[in-house]
């Protein structure tokens, strides 16, 4: 009985010796198997429970009398836990020599982000149906890139084809059009190019280059990120079909006040007159103002208002006519967005007026003599809204009116619900009819059919 005792004893000691010894190499086996700690504390806790009941055994041989066999099975317990912690010590020879591997940013990281998007259009005149009923109107080439962690650049090569526009004052609307920088060439021409510090300190962001002004939100959007298929009435009577775009310097501030009640930025621009459309041939500088509110007014609304003020001179290409010019701006845009389902369910309203100060003497007909106008300012509201119906489907529809600068009697208003479908993040088809109401003269329709794609990176960027 005593000898079976002691077989069982000692087999059960240097069982647990053989366990403490596989310990550290089932631990790491697990490691390598990325097993998870909570296993590896369970099989620890099972081990030192067996411990445990053999250190009972040994105590229990030792009261018995068995006192040669209990020291045995102590010794070779013993020599079990010291070439366990043998195996566990860091061996004592050097490391091996690693390579060192630099920081550096690879050739590939080196490349910019290149991007491209298209605009087509399908239209339909009803009171020409036999005019081009088809159009690439514009693809896009974006180059992007962030230089280092405090400032980036951007690239934007534009090819606009002219048609399916709103004309909403005859072809004088679109006299001057262009702008210095030959916007509206043949080929690609440069719409946007401006490199950017975005990390300065005290809330500071510094802008050089030919860049969209911030005359309030939408004039910072591209033509393809509208919620419509052109800008509104009044920006097209007063500045023209694109964005008011010019070379200069941009600096914007985001005020130390607000915190989570608000955020607020000022932005102040100098820029080189080149928008002919607002300055003609002017070579001075014009200077544009914006300040901005954010409020966040639950988790799914939010309530944005921007104010914006455009001063320049105006020049005619002969230089007998000069005037100082101030363009005013206010712009306010609600959104309803609900966490949970904002890819599903949401609302946008914009709306904004413009005035334009400063306007051009009314000449009947060329080298007519100037007649001053019943009044030196121009006004134009506009409204849009959207709605979503689905992740895929939005509604949606404006009102805008606007008054002519050229001779300020003369108004316009437009009215275009519009129908989109995304079928992707990339791909944008949307329905829009275009109505146009013109002083004393009968309604304008037209229906458009709208594909907007993109390649790369950065779709339909808005700001």
Partial sequence: ?????????????????????????????????????????????????????????????????????????????????????????????????????????????????????????GSLDPDDPGADAFLAREFEVSI??????????????????????????????????????????????????????VSLPGGLGVKLGRFFQQFGQLNRWHSHALGFQSRSLPHIALIGEESLAQAGASVR?????????????????????SQEHLFGHSSELSWLSNLNAFWQLSEATDLDLSLSWVNGGYTDEAGTVSVDRNLFGAEMSFTWSPPAASRYRGFNLRAGA???????????????????????????????????????????GRLDWTENPEEVEETAWLFSPTLAWWQSEYVRIRAEYDLLGLHELDNEGRLHIQVTFSMGPHKHEIY
């Fill in 1 to 121: 009985m005593a000898t079976t005792a002691r077989h069982l004893s000692r087999s059960l000691v240097l069982g647990a010796a053989a366990m403490l010894l596989a310990l550290p190499i089932h631990a790491a086996a697990q490691e390598r198997r990325t097993e998870t700690t909570d296993s590896l504390r369970a099989e620890l806790a099972r081990l030192t429970a067996l411990v445990d009941s053999l250190r009972q055994e040994v105590a229990r041989l030792q009261r018995a009398g068995e006192e040669e066999q209990a020291e045995d099975a102590l010794a070779q317990l013993r020599a079990a836990a010291q070439a366990a912690a043998a195996a566990g010590r860091p061996s004592a020879e050097p490391p091996e020599e690693q390579e060192f591997v630099g920081r550096q940013r690879s050739l590939q990281a080196l490349n910019p982000e290149i991007s491209l998007t298209g605009d087509v259009f």
């Fill in 144 to 197: 992007q890139s962030n230089l280092d962690p405090f400032s980036r650049a951007k690239v934007f090569l534009s090819r606009h084809a002219e048609g399916s526009e709103i004309v909403p004052f005859g072809d004088h609307a679109h006299e001057g059009e262009g702008d210095g920088d030959g916007h509206h060439g043949g080929g690609f021409a440069v719409e946007e190019g401006y490199v950017e510090w």
């Fill in 253 to 273: 501030w985001l005020l130390p006040v607000g915190g989570r009640a608000g955020a607020y930025t000022a932005t102040l621009e100098a820029t080189r007159s």
């Fill in 354 to 396: 413009m005035v334009l100060d400063g306007l051009l003497p009314h000449v009947e007909e060329p080298g007519g003599v100037p007649q001053p106008q019943p009044s030196d300012r121009a006004m134009g509201f506009w409204s849009a809204a959207e709605l979503r119906l689905s992740q895929s489907w939005l509604v949606g």
